[in-house]
């Protein structure tokens, strides 16, 4: 992180005139008297910071010359930037003229939460444990968790960070401690459940434009699971073999008709595939085709938690 901090350095000049035997004046000029202060004898900082100096009051013509007593802590430049290295303290030294102005600088590593979970797709009804890492060491963190239901709005006390999930969808397990906030998300993945929103959220566009809702289809859900378990290794509109994906749906048994397919790949979410397949001109007028009539949904979760999703249309 990067700050910029004015930071003065007052320059007192004093010199004798025939108006005045003793006055002081922020001048140019030959010295007799120079003054350095810093506007801050202190300040703090965390490992990474970066402060510039400036020189605010006086001649900005006359050299500085800064210099720091711990460079392994704290690194300063001659104009007068300083970079905060590691956790400690320093003090810096200023120099003009003669005249001498301290620093002392203490630095500390920034506060970070880590959640850690061993993976971010999990199976409905699975334990989750995970750990919250709080750096530097605080006793005091709490963490919540927003579960699928109520449209995520609900939050759920967790005890000993151990979560049962007990709803398909998305979590957010959120961890505060002082003023920093860490979120992170996980899935709870069920076929029926999942699919059975994929149909619901697809017919939900469809009435918004006034479209008639598509109907439930066994034949087309069996053609859909067979094209999902497919294309998590060939992901295409042909089949592995070579063929047409229309033979599945002859495979399946499907009545002949017009037929169609949406295909998608490692989306968490039936809010996230059907949001990407409706950003999506052709995946959109296929969904939204009103001389469909029939879908089907087949949705495949392979062993490192990536979802593969398929719809297969009739007309």
């Given at each position: 992180?990067?700050?910029?901090?004015?930071?003065?350095?007052?320059?007192?000049?004093?010199?004798?005139?025939?108006?005045?035997?003793?006055?002081?004046?922020?001048?140019?000029?030959?010295?007799?008297?120079?003054?350095?202060?810093?506007?801050?004898?202190?300040?703090?900082?965390?490992?990474?910071?970066?402060?510039?100096?400036?020189?605010?009051?006086?001649?900005?013509?006359?050299?500085?010359?800064?210099?720091?007593?711990?460079?392994?802590?704290?690194?300063?430049t001659q104009d007068g930037t300083?970079?905060?290295?590691?956790k400690g303290n320093a003090v810096?030294?200023?120099?003009?003229?003669?005249?001498?102005?301290?620093?002392?600088?203490?630095?500390?590593?920034?506060?970070?939460?880590?959640?850690?979970?061993?993976?971010?797709?999990?199976?409905?009804?699975?334990?989750?444990?995970?750990?919250?890492?709080?750096?530097?060491?605080?006793?005091?963190?709490?963490?919540?968790?927003?579960?699928?239901?109520?449209?995520?709005?609900?939050?759920?006390?967790?005890?000993?960070?151990?979560?049962?999930?007990?709803?398909?969808?998305?979590?957010?397990?959120?961890?505060?401690?002082?003023?920093?906030?860490?979120?992170?998300?996980?899935?709870?993945?069920?076929?029926?459940?999942?699919?059975?929103?994929?149909?619901?959220?697809?017919?939900?566009?469809?009435?918004?434009?006034?479209?008639?809702?598509?109907?439930?289809?066994?034949?087309?859900?069996?053609?859909?699971?067979?094209?999902?378990?497919?294309?998590?290794?060939?992901?295409?509109?042909?089949?592995?073999?070579?063929?047409?994906?229309?033979?599945?749906?002859?495979?399946?048994?499907?009545?002949?008709?017009?037929?169609?397919?949406?295909?998608?790949?490692?989306?968490?979410?039936?809010?996230?595939?059907?949001?990407?397949?409706?950003?999506?001109?052709?995946?959109?007028?296929?969904?939204?085709?009103?001389?469909?009539?029939?879908?089907?949904?087949?949705?495949?979760?392979?062993?490192?938690?990536?979802?593969?999703?398929?719809?297969?249309?009739?007309?």
């Amino acid at each position: 992180m990067i700050k910029i901090v004015f930071v003065s350095f007052i320059i007192l000049f004093s010199f004798a005139s025939a108006a005045c035997s003793s006055m002081q004046y922020v001048v140019v000029g030959s010295l007799e008297q120079t003054t350095l202060e810093f506007k801050d004898t202190e300040m703090l900082l965390n490992v990474g910071d970066t402060v510039y100096l400036y020189l605010t009051q006086g001649d900005a013509g006359h050299e500085l010359a800064f210099e720091s007593s711990n460079e392994s802590v704290v690194e300063v430049t001659q104009d007068g930037t300083i970079t905060a290295i590691a956790k400690g303290n320093a003090v810096i030294t200023s120099q003009m003229n003669g005249a001498v102005a301290h620093l002392k600088i203490t630095v500390i590593a920034p506060k970070t939460i880590n959640i850690v979970l061993e993976r971010n797709i999990y199976s409905l009804g699975d334990i989750v444990e995970f750990d919250v890492i709080v750096s530097p060491e605080s006793k005091s963190c709490d963490v919540s968790v927003t579960c699928p239901e109520s449209g995520g709005s609900l939050i759920k006390a967790v005890l000993n960070n151990s979560l049962v999930l007990d709803c398909a969808g998305l979590y957010v397990i959120s961890a505060v401690s002082g003023d920093v906030l860490v979120s992170t998300q996980l899935v709870a993945f069920d076929l029926e459940s999942f699919a059975n929103e994929v149909f619901e959220l697809t017919n939900n566009e469809r009435e918004a434009l006034s479209l008639d809702p598509l109907e439930h289809d066994e034949d087309l859900n069996k053609a859909a699971s067979i094209r999902a378990l497919e294309i998590s290794t060939h992901f295409s509109h042909t089949r592995p073999d070579g063929s047409s994906f229309a033979t599945a749906y002859f495979e399946a048994e499907v009545i002949p008709g017009r037929w169609g397919e949406n295909l998608a790949a490692c989306q968490k979410t039936p809010q996230e595939v059907i949001q990407d397949w409706m950003e999506s001109e052709s995946h959109r007028a296929a969904m939204l085709n009103p001389e469909y009539l029939y879908m089907g949904v087949g949705i495949f979760m392979d062993d490192e938690g990536n979802i593969f999703w398929t719809q297969a249309f009739r007309g």
